[in-house]
């Protein structure tokens, strides 16, 4: 197998993860804002829509951009739509299973921009886009039995294999009645994933996800309107 | 009373028999890992017969579950008597690994099946009697698998069905068949007529040189799953298995089954830029089955326009097998897939040439 040597890239690979987080945690401690706060998210990960799974993850949105715009009420006074535009940078780690052919294990970090807005005169109901490009670490695990020849005829081993796992992917959410200042979202992630190595060049994988998004923070400022 | 009960939940069980039904029923995954591909190989069916039929795909780039899940009757009563290895090739089907292009060959392959037949005996008994079932591109693997005087004492019998042993004269035998039918539609003035005259205006503009080359072949092959594709609309070859559900079931195989529709769609993108095909084009078998004398079975559609029935004659012709113990037989209502337009005659045929040799 010409695949990545599991162990040494994996703890490099977590490694770089940890030492990410930790940068991007601090170095804006002084910005750390009732804007902007760890999120965790939980949800169904399934590869190709129908191998089933799941996946969870933390992310962090940073370096907004907001803009308020009046409106009229049909009935009433004015109200104010907020948008706001933010990086997210998040890591994830997702887990699959394909009956009669393998599990798949997937670590990732993610880079995008979220937009996120109001619904009409409803403070507390939002609904967002955000697009993401995200670098994962990607293990297979065969299910059934994999042999290979040896000296001795075949010898018994873990099937498996490792790839890189670059990927691009859109999502969308809409908030959770709630009227707390930082709502759950329900979301909704398309995915394709590109399997490096795979045969003599890469494969896409497609991956449908949803789930739902909480807010870490307890503060009592909705993390839209100032 | 409660030492009494345990002795006797123990006994019950300790007497359960632990040995497998004589009507046991496998259902195994395997993986072959060779020279950097995983290959999967689904053992199905009566694995105690100590028979076993290994299905060699077409393609090349196709996939084994295919002939497990679109030819029932053929899965279902193979599967019944004997063990069938649905066996994915490398760069085909559900197989992985990553290798470099360059290193993949027909030899290679011809390996993997080697190794394969040794393991099935480790796991299902060094007297397992081996069957070869090559379809299509299968006729080329398993044909030049057996040109090996050792690889072929290790296989019982040999059934080729519409196999593509000789891919510059079956490009030479499709157009000519091509011609043949649809002059005979368009004669017949049927309601198709318009496509065949399609088929017939291909046939007559195509011209062969003399060295047929990939882009010869893979033009040809195509016109002829068309003319495939329209022989089965105007009832020339049989219906064969008619299943009321079988959109719901492609769906519900195409999501949930054992295959991954993007890891066989990505293998039959990467093989096509090997030089498997090159390598098969560059060596057609015909002068060479004289060094195969396994016991062969050679089962071929009247209306195969991809691999026509010519080349079923030219593989009975050529084969070493002496002459009782290898036949030719022509299905006449079936196209290049006789197990899916006539599966009963197809089984019952399989079937009598396993029996006659164990």
């Known amino acids: 197998m010409n695949s990545l040597k599991p162990l040494p890239h994996f ?71 907020y948008k706001k535009r933010q990086w997210i940078v998040g890591s994830n780690l997702a887990f699959y299973h394909q009956p009669n052919n393998h599990n798949g294990y997937l670590a990732t970090i993610e880079l995008g921009k979220r937009r996120i807005k109001n619904k009409s005169y409803y403070r507390n109901r939002y609904t967002f886009w955000a697009w993401e490009l995200g670098f994962g670490y990607y293990r297979y695990q065969l299910l059934g039995n994999t042999f290979r020849p040896s000296a001795i005829g075949f010898e018994k081993i873990r099937g498996n294999g490792t790839a890189i796992m670059p990927s691009l992917s859109c999502q969308w959410g809409r908030s959770l009645k709630s009227k707390k200042a930082h709502p759950g979202f329900i979301y909704i992630k398309f995915h394709s994933l590109y399997e490096v190595p795979f045969g003599t060049g890469f494969q896409l994988r497609l991956a449908l996800e949803s789930g739902v998004i909480y807010s870490f923070s307890q503060d009592t400022v909705s993390p839209i309107q100032p | 009373m409660k030492a009494y009960l345990h002795i006797f939940l123990l006994l019950t069980f300790a007497c359960t028999p632990e040995s497998p039904k004589p009507d046991q029923q496998s259902r195994d995954l395997i993986w072959l890992e060779h020279a950097g591909a995983q290959m999967p190989v689904w053992v199905e069916g009566n694995t105690i017969s100590n028979v076993m039929v290994i299905i060699l795909h077409g393609g090349p780039g196709g996939n084994a579950l295919i002939y497990n899940e679109t030819s029932i009757t053929m899965a279902t009563e193979l599967e019944e008597r004997y063990g069938v290895a649905y066996w994915d090739q490398r760069i085909s089907g559900n197989s992985r690994g990553s290798f470099d292009e360059k290193e993949v060959s027909v030899e290679l392959m011809a390996e993997d099946l080697d190794l394969l037949i040794d393991l099935l005996q480790e796991l299902y008994g060094p007297t397992l009697d081996i069957f070869l079932l090559g379809h299509s591109w299968g006729g080329y693997l398993g044909s030049y698998y057996l040109l090996d005087p050792e690889r072929q004492a290790k296989v019982r019998g040999w059934i080729d069905v519409d196999g593509a042993h000789n891919i510059p004269s079956l490009t030479r035998d499709a157009l000519e068949l091509m011609e043949e039918v649809s002059r005979a539609q368009i004669g017949a003035d049927v309601d198709s007529r318009e496509k065949w005259e ?158 006659g040799l164990r």
Do not use: C
Not at chain 1, 28 to 40: A, G, I, K, V, Y
Not at chain 1, 58 to 71: A, M, N, Q
Not at chain 2, 278 to 298: C, G, H, K, M, V
Not at chain 2, 317 to 332: A, S
């Open chain 1, 11 to 81: 703890s490099f690979f977590l490694f770089g993860l940890y030492f990410f987080s930790y940068q991007i945690g601090w170095s804006q401690d002084s910005t750390f804002s009732q804007f902007e706060s760890l999120e965790w998210e939980v949800g169904y990960f399934g590869e190709f829509a129908t191998h089933p799974g799941l996946k969870a993850g933390i992310s962090y949105p940073f370096g907004h951009k907001l803009k308020v715009r009046e409106k009229e009420k049909k009935y009433g006074g004015p109200f104010q739509i």
């Open chain 2, 198 to 355: 399609d088929i017939l205006a291909f046939v007559e503009g195509f011209s062969l040189g003399n060295v047929i080359d990939t882009d010869d072949f893979v033009e040809v092959n195509l016109q002829a799953i068309e003319a495939e594709k329209l022989a089965f609309s105007d009832g020339l070859t049989a219906e064969g298995e008619e299943d009321p559900n079988e959109l719901l079931k492609g769906l519900l195989s195409y999501f949930f089954g054992k295959h991954h529709p993007l890891t066989a769609l990505t293998n039959r993108i990467q093989i096509n830029q090997t030089q498997i095909l090159d390598e098969a084009i560059a060596n057609p078998l015909s002068d060479q089955l004289l060094r195969i004398t396994t016991p062969s079975l050679l089962l071929w559609g009247k209306l195969d326009f991809v691999v026509p029935p010519n080349q079923g004659l030219d593989a009975y012709n050529n084969l070493g097998t002496p002459d009782n113990q290898k036949t030719l037989v022509i299905f006449e209502e079936s196209g290049h897939s006789p197990m899916s337009n006539e599966p009963d005659l197809f089984v019952d045929i399989v079937v009598g040439f396993i029996e």
